[in-house]
């Protein structure tokens, strides 16, 4: 096949974006002060409130998904975090807060197996924190934390803010901030909303609001108050990725068309063609029962199948999944159904790599 032929990603972000989404970055550029782009921002941020399941503000911040992990611990750390980790995406998360120079511990948990809220509940008794980071949707795992049962605890701890990194599930699995209290909660564009890269996105309650006034030097870029200042005029404080808003924008319309608990529910079952797949091959799963992701599934390799060459095959067929994350390379592989993959899309895929193991 071509090396510019079309390659179907079912890998975990960026994923495949339709035809219509990426046409529509192509109209022309427009002044990010003009009233045509007050007029995107306007349109944008109240379609994107169901993604976080809040009626409270939403950011569109250019950036990806780390950008706001750092814009979290910088408005959102006073004191000392505590940060869930039992995949690789926690532990960038504890790095970053570290790197930002905050007081950061991390509760280490197995990878593979969820974090469970009792654990949560015994660190916080311990520790003086004034905030706590929570990746929802493992995607080096395939790990689904329950966050509700979390946000539960942490809510008997009132200085305690609940930041919950949501890069792999909003859009694929419903997030209720202002139900389960989430403080922040951030996403990026390349998972399952279906985009390209580029845009990061969150939701911030009053009470993040008010904590970020209370620190110093929060920086500039990523700045809450910088952003509520502009939001307020419909605005972003740099230069927003405009071609990128207008994909976004075209999205959401095209979510709300399928509708959001649809969209949720074609996940589940995507989840279900894989699970079944995965039962009827051989293969296993890396994230415990109970705790699955409807996502992402990272798929246990007993059988030693060489994930290069599988990955050669399916790519001279237009398709592509990933290999494990970092330490589960071979261990595991892992197959994306997030964003706007369809069942027949999903049988295609899974049917090819059975042909490949046939051979
Ligand atoms: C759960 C999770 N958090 C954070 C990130 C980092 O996001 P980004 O690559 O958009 O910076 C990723 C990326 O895969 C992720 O899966």
Redesign the pocket.
Known sequence: MPSDAHVKLFI??PVEVRPEILAAQTAPMIGHRSPEYAELQARIVPKLRPLFGTEGRVFIVTA???GL?EAAVRNCVARRCLCLVNGA?GA?WHQVALANGKQADALEGSWGVAIRPEQVDEWLQAGDYDAITV?F???STGVLNPVPEIAAVVHQYPDVLLLV?A??AAGGVEVRADKWGIDMCLT?S?KALALP?GL?LCSVSDRAMARAESIPHRGWYFDFLEYENYASKNHTPATPAISLMRALDAQLDAIVTEGWEVRFARHQRLMGQVHTWVMANGFGFYAEAGYRSPTITAVRNPRDVDVGTLNAYLRGRGMLISDGYGPLKGETFRIAHMGDVTEGEMSDLLETISEFLEE
């Open positions: 975990p972000g990806s998904g780390s992990q995406f960038r990746v949707n493992e995607t990194d890069v792999s990026s390349q890269p990061a």
